[in-house]
C-alpha cells in the first residue's frame, strides 16, 4: 500500500503484512475478553482472490470476533468465485491460468446464495415467450453468468472497508482504531463489461480532487480499494474497490445531509422494454465497455503501485 507523500500520507512496503493487535473489534465495536475472544482476521480475504497472490504482498492483519470474522468469510465464499469467473461467452478477463485453475477448482464447491446451486451452474436461463401476428410464435432463452446478490456484495464491501478504516485511525497506544459517523452509501456494482456506465463515469469526475486518505493495490491487482476524502472539514468521504479485476463498487459514507447532496447529482441509468404486455415487462439496460486507455479509476499522480 503506497500513497503520495505530497498529501502528507505514509507509504508502507508493499511486500509486508500490516498486523494490528486491537483490543476491539473493528466490525462490531465488541470488546475482546474471554468470553468474547479474538480471532485472526484478513482484511482482504487469502481465497478471496487467486490462491498464491497474496504472498509476500501486502494486507491488513488484525483481530475480529469470531461471529464478524465468521460473517465475513460466509460472504467470501461465493462472491469470490463469483467475481473470478468468466463472463456469458466464457472470457476472462485476462488470460491467468491462475484464475482459470481458481474457477475450476472452487466453482463446484461455492454455493450461489442466490440459487442454492453450485456456482458452476450458473442462473437459471430466463425465457420469453411471445407472438408476431397471429400465426407466429417465437421464444428467447436468456443466460447470464452466475450473479451476486447485490446487498451481500455491498455487506462485504462495508466490512472490508471497515477494516481499512479502522486501520486509518488506529492509535498504537490505546489499541483502538474508530468507526466512520453517519450513512454508509453504496452506489453501485458492476461486471467488468459495464465500467464505462455513465454512474461509474459520474463518480470518478466527481471524486477525481478529492482527499486520498488510502490506496491499495495488492494480490498481483486482483484487489484495489481506495478512500478519499471531500476535504479535511468535510463529513463525506468516497470509496471504490476492485475485486479480481472483474467487479467495482463504489459509494459513500459519512453524514447524511453531505452523502445525499453528493448522491443527488448521479445520473440516471437508461433502460429499453425489450418486453410488455400489460403488467408483463423486461427493461435491459445495454452495458457499456471501458477501453483500457480510459480506464483511470485507480490511477493517482506520484503514487506507486503496491502488489
Same mark, same amino acid.
Given at each position: ?13 508493499? &511486500?509486508?503484512?500490516?498486523? =494490528?493487535?486491537? #483490543?476491539? /473489534?473493528?466490525? +462490531? *465495536? %465488541?470488546?475482546?475478553? !474471554? ?19 497474496? &504472498?509476500?504482498?501486502?494486507? =491488513?492483519?488484525? #483481530?475480529? /470476533?469470531?461471529? +464478524? *470474522? %465468521?460473517?465475513?468469510? !460466509? ?33 463446484? *464447491? ?198
Amino acid at each position: 500500500m503506497t500513497a503520495s507523500r505530497r498529501d502528507g500520507l505514509t507509504a508502507y512496503p508493499t &511486500n509486508r503484512v500490516i498486523l =494490528l493487535k486491537n #483490543r476491539n /473489534c473493528p466490525y +462490531c *465495536n %465488541g470488546e475482546f475478553s !474471554d468470553a468474547l475472544p479474538p480471532t485472526k482476521e484478513h482484511v482482504v480475504g487469502r481465497k478471496f482472490v487467486p490462491k498464491g497472490t497474496l &504472498n509476500a504482498a501486502f494486507n =491488513l492483519v488484525l #483481530r475480529a /470476533c469470531a461471529r +464478524c *470474522n %465468521g460473517i465475513k468469510a !460466509d460472504l467470501e465464499n461465493d462472491i469470490s468465485v463469483i467475481t473470478m469467473h468468466p463472463d456469458t461467452l466464457g472470457r476472462f478477463p485476462m488470460d491467468d491460468a491462475r484464475l482459470r485453475d481458481e474457477v475450476a477448482r472452487k466453482a463446484q *464447491n461455492a454455493f450461489s446464495r442466490r440459487t442454492g446451486k453450485p456456482v458452476a451452474v450458473g442462473e437459471p436461463p430466463f425465457v420469453i415467450r411471445g407472438k408476431i401476428g397471429s400465426a407466429l410464435e417465437m421464444t428467447f432463452t436468456m443466460r447470464s453468468p452466475p450473479q451476486a446478490d447485490e446487498n451481500r456484495q455491498f455487506l462485504l464491501a462495508r466490512l472490508q472497508l471497515q477494516g481499512f478504516f479502522f486501520f486509518l485511525t488506529y492509535k498504537e497506544d490505546i489499541q483502538r482504531g474508530h468507526f466512520w459517523l453517519g450513512d454508509f452509501r453504496p452506489l453501485l456494482a458492476v461486471r467488468r463489461e459495464d465500467w464505462g456506465n455513465p454512474q461509474l463515469a459520474w463518480f470518478e469526475n466527481e471524486t477525481k480532487d478529492w482527499l486520498p486518505r488510502l490506496n491499495a493495490i495488492t494480490a498481483d491487482r486482483f484487489y484495489k480499494v481506495w478512500i478519499r476524502r471531500k476535504d479535511e472539514a468535510a463529513k463525506v468521504w468516497a470509496w471504490a474497490i476492485e475485486w479480481n479485476q472483474s467487479f467495482r463498487l463504489a459509494g459513500l459514507f459519512g453524514m447524511d445531509d453531505a452523502v445525499e447532496l453528493h448522491v443527488a447529482g448521479m445520473p440516471p441509468l437508461k433502460f429499453d422494454t425489450l418486453h410488455g404486455t400489460g403488467n408483463d415487462w423486461l427493461k435491459v439496460r445495454t452495458e457499456v465497455p471501458l477501453a483500457p486507455e480510459h480506464d483511470t479509476l485507480f490511477d493517482w499522480d506520484e503514487i506507486e503501485e503496491a502488489a
